[in-house]
Structure formats: structure tokens, C-alpha cells
């Protein structure tokens, strides 16, 4: 008896091995974090269509993010808010350099309370504090800090900073009143309750807000991220783009 009963437990855990290698895996997600709206509608829509895709999701800001991947966390898709953290990764051979391409573009917008009468970079001189992303790894801080130089008044702005961890950070501060104001993304600015748009930061005075995205290294293993990679070029996702305020071109 011991040998058939055996023998039917061999065949039963072939098949389940069989059966964990048809469900699929799980998709590891290092992301912007002014792009966790669109991307968490993205991927529940996947999902729902992949019902045995797991989205392992990692928002931050774009340099944080850059050097955990470099320290080896689990990341399938990386979407930087520049692109420079993602020349960071190519760099270092972390990503699918072949193919890497542009999700969507932003507007910086500086946003307070609309009882402040701030309506131009020179009006900043009037305010104390002042929220931006560290530049240091938050493209949008590093996008304003150019700007302040560009203006030329980032001297007279040093001691009003008021830093954050990413962009979501930083526009809660106005939100909560903590802040004058803060610069942020136009998308993040538009979700706001209580913070509203006050100036929109010339064009002229930093680099357009590109957010490129690519498969890592691991990521082109994984034919569940190749798939959700795919889907975000699609028109599906240009569609949820454009309803959260994103420029397509």
C-alpha cells in the first residue's frame, strides 16, 4: 500500500508545481511618488484582469528610490520624475537601457493657501517658509531649486526651505498650513483640498518635467512586468493620464 499511496503523492506534487509555475507572479514597483493615483488605477485595471498578478508597489522620491534598486531591493519597473536618476541606473547597467521611453511629462506650480498673494517668483521673497523636495533626491526640489537660481533669488530663499521626502510630503505641509506654499507637480496640486495653484513656474527657468520609465534588469524576467510594462504604453493608460492632468506630449 505504501508504494501506490507514494507514488500518488509524487504525481500530486508534480502537478502542484506545475500549477504554482502557471500563476502569476508578483510585479515590484519603484515609482514617483507624484505618479501613485495614475498608477494605482493602472494597476488595479490590470489586475483585474490578471486576477493572479500581485502589484508590490514602492512610491518615493525619484534618487531614493534610484539607490535602493542599486542596494538591491526588488524592483521590476522603475518611473523616475527626471531623467537623470534613470541615467543613474543605466549607468549602472541596472535597467533595460534598450528599453527605456517616456511615460508622460508634469508642470512644476507653486501652491499655498489662496489667501496668499504670491502670483510670481519675486513674490516668494515675501513669504517664511517655503516646502520643497529635497534636491538632493526629489527632482521636482531639484526642478525648483534651478528655478530659484535661475531667478536669481535662491540666496534669498536658503534660509526659508522648509524640507521633504518626496513630493506627496511636501504638498501636505500646505495643506496643512505648516508651509506659505510649496512647489510641487500640477498633477499633485490638482488632487489638493485645501492647497490651490498661485503661479505656474516659467518654463524658461528649469528643464521640462519628463518622466522616463524602464524594465530593471530583473524586471525583463519577469513576464507579468513585461506585461504591465506594456500596458502603460498603451492607450488605456494615456487615457487615465490625461484625466489626472498629465501632458502626453
Not at 502589484?55 to 524592483?75: R, T
Not at 488632487?191 to 525583463?220: C, E
Not at 493608460?237 to 502626453?248: D, R
Request: net charge positive.
Amino acid at each position: 500500500m505504501k508504494q501506490p499511496v507514494m507514488k500518488l503523492l509524487l504525481v500530486l506534487a508534480a502537478l502542484l508545481c506545475m500549477t504554482s509555475e502557471a500563476v502569476a507572479g508578483d510585479v515590484n514597483l519603484s515609482i514617483a511618488a507624484s505618479l501613485k493615483d495614475v498608477v494605482n488605477e493602472l494597476s488595479d485595471s490590470f489586475a483585474g484582469k490578471h486576477p493572479g498578478v500581485k502589484f508590490l508597489k514602492n512610491y518615493g522620491g525619484s534618487g531614493s528610490l534610484a539607490k535602493q534598486i542599486e542596494n538591491g531591493a526588488p524592483a521590476d519597473i522603475f518611473i523616475s520624475a527626471n531623467l537623470e536618476w534613470m541615467d543613474y541606473l543605466k549607468q549602472k547597467k541596472l535597467v533595460d537601457s534598450a528599453g527605456i521611453g517616456v511615460f508622460t511629462y508634469n508642470t512644476l506650480v507653486f501652491a499655498g493657501s489662496k489667501e496668499k498673494k504670491v502670483a510670481t517668483m519675486q513674490d516668494l521673497l515675501k513669504l517664511e517658509k517655503i516646502a520643497i523636495g529635497s534636491p538632493k533626491s526629489v527632482p521636482a526640489g531639484e526642478y525648483a531649486a534651478e528655478a530659484f537660481k535661475k531667478a536669481g533669488i535662491d540666496k534669498q530663499l536658503a534660509k526659508k526651505l522648509v524640507m521633504a521626502r518626496d513630493v506627496r510630503e511636501c504638498l501636505m505641509y500646505a495643506e496643512r498650513g505648516e508651509v506659505d506654499g510649496a512647489f510641487v507637480y500640477r498633477t499633485d496640486a490638482l488632487q489638493a483640498r485645501q492647497a490651490k495653484i498661485l503661479f505656474t513656474v516659467p518654463q524658461n527657468l528649469y528643464p521640462r518635467v519628463t518622466y522616463p520609465m524602464a524594465l530593471t534588469i530583473a524586471g525583463t524576467k519577469n513576464k507579468e512586468a513585461e506585461a504591465f510594462f506594456r500596458y502603460l504604453e498603451s492607450g488605456d493608460a494615456k487615457a487615465v493620464l490625461g484625466k489626472y492632468g498629465f501632458t502626453l506630449k
